[in-house]
Nanobody, 122 residues
């Protein structure tokens, strides 16, 4: 599966961005998908996941209530709506897909997009 992330950019604190991630595989709906982020000098961290099949979603505490993960299986695309952005949200955001039912660990995801930069000015 090839994943192509897009939508990053520069936004002021309090603003919004929508990230998209297009998948090449028609079996996209069979994967659990997730968003991760990595800031300079830090480890890659879990942001959100959308579980295959049932539609359950999970979020890191730091983004709960501000970010929303969604997917459109007909378009083989996933999204991350980011509202009320904070300077600490600045990072390279990665989309990922995996065969595990649910995990917050990057190692559980088999496929990764190339990353898209999100910069938040204070």
């Amino acid at each position: 599966v090839q994943l192509q992330a897009s939508g990053g950019g520069l936004v002021r604190a309090g603003g919004s961005l929508v990230l998209s991630c297009a998948a090449s595989d028609r079996a996209f709906s069979s994967y659990t998908v997730g968003w991760f982020r990595q800031a300079p000098g830090k480890e890659r961290e879990f942001v959100a996941a959308f579980i295959r099949g049932g539609g359950a979603t999970y979020y890191a505490d730091s983004v709960k209530g501000r970010f929303t993960i969604s997917r459109d299986n007909a378009k083989n695309t996933m999204y991350l709506q980011m509202n009320s952005l904070k300077p600490e949200d600045a990072a390279v955001y990665y989309c990922a897909a995996g065969e595990s039912y649910y995990s917050r660990h990057p190692g559980s995801y088999n496929y990764w997009g190339q990353g898209t930069q999100v910069t938040v000015s204070s």
